[in-house]
Antibody, heavy 123, light 107 residues
Framework: EVHLVESGGTLVQPGGSLRLSCAAS????????MHWVRQAPGKGLEFVSR????????SYAESVKGRVTISRDNAKNTLYLQMNSLRAEDTAVYYC????????????????WGQGTLVTVSS | EIVLTQSPGTLSLSPGERATLSCRAS???????LAWYQQKPGQAPKLLMY???IRATGIPDRFSGSGSGTDFTLTISRLEPEDFAVYYC????????FGGGTKVEIK
C-alpha cells in the first residue's frame, strides 16, 4: 500500500526557512515523479513544485521560484522541499503527491497524496 | 500561464440529482491532460478522473468526464451523500495548474 507522510511543518517567522520532508513507502520511489501542492486556509489547491524520478529535472510555480528548492533522496525514499525567505502568503497545508504513472515525462495526474503538513508564517 | 476557471463556485443540489461542473481553460489543454479531484473537509484530494474522461481506480461510474480543448465537464449522474465535497480540475503535463474549485453542497 502506498503511503506518503509529510513532516516539518511548523510556525516560522517571516523571512525564515524551513525544510519539509515526505517519507514514501509501498512503491518504488525512484521511478515516479513527485509533486508538492499547497492549500492556504480555506482556499484552493496550488501547484508548488515537482521533480523527476532521477532528481535532475525540476519545476516551480512562479509564486515560489527562487525561494524554494525541491529535492529527493531515492536511497532514503524521501522527498524534500527547502523553503527560504518565507512570507505570510506561504501559510498553507503542504501536500506531497505521487504521479499516477512512472513515465519519463510528467504526463500524469496525481494519484496518491499525503495528509499534509501545516506551515504557518507569522510573527 | 494557463488559467482554469471552474463554474459554478457553489452548486446546491439534493441527493439523487445530477451535478454538472465546468472547467474552462484560458488556452487549449494538450492531449486532454485534464484531471478532476474531489476533496472533503480535512482530507487530502482524491483523484477522480484523468485524460478528461478516464475514471481513476475505484471511482464509481456515476462519475463521468468529457471535453477537449478549452472546455471540460465533470458530471455526477446521481448524487450520493458522500459526493458532497469540493471538486478541482487540474491541467497536468507540460505545466501544472489547478482550477479554483466547485463546492457541491446539500440543498
Amino acid at each position: 500500500e502506498v503511503h506518503l507522510v509529510e513532516s516539518g511543518g511548523t510556525l516560522v517567522q517571516p523571512g525564515g526557512s524551513l525544510r519539509l520532508s515526505c517519507a514514501a513507502s509501498g512503491f518504488t520511489f525512484s521511478r515516479y515523479w513527485m509533486h508538492w501542492v499547497r492549500q492556504a486556509p480555506g482556499k484552493g489547491l496550488e501547484f508548488v513544485s515537482r521533480i523527476r524520478s532521477d532528481g535532475i529535472w525540476t519545476s516551480y510555480a512562479e509564486s515560489v521560484k527562487g525561494r524554494v528548492t525541491i529535492s529527493r533522496d531515492n536511497a532514503k525514499n524521501t522527498l524534500y522541499l527547502q523553503m527560504n525567505s518565507l512570507r505570510a502568503e506561504d501559510t498553507a497545508v503542504y501536500y506531497c503527491a505521487r504521479s499516477l504513472g512512472d513515465n519519463w515525462n510528467d504526463e500524469n495526474p496525481l494519484e496518491y497524496w499525503g495528509q499534509g503538513t501545516l506551515v504557518t508564517v507569522s510573527s | 500561464e494557463i488559467v482554469l476557471t471552474q463554474s459554478p463556485g457553489t452548486l446546491s443540489l439534493s441527493p439523487g440529482e445530477r451535478a454538472t461542473l465546468s472547467c474552462r481553460a484560458s488556452q487549449s489543454v494538450s492531449f486532454r491532460y485534464l484531471a478532476w479531484y474531489q476533496q472533503k473537509p480535512g482530507q487530502a484530494p482524491k483523484l477522480l478522473m484523468y485524460g478528461a474522461s478516464i475514471r481513476a481506480t475505484g471511482i464509481p461510474d456515476r462519475f463521468s468526464g468529457s471535453g477537449s480543448g478549452t472546455d471540460f465537464t465533470l458530471t455526477i449522474s446521481r448524487l450520493e451523500p458522500e459526493d458532497f465535497a469540493v471538486y478541482y480540475c487540474q491541467q497536468y503535463g507540460g505545466s501544472v495548474f489547478f482550477g479554483g474549485g466547485t463546492k457541491v453542497e446539500i440543498k
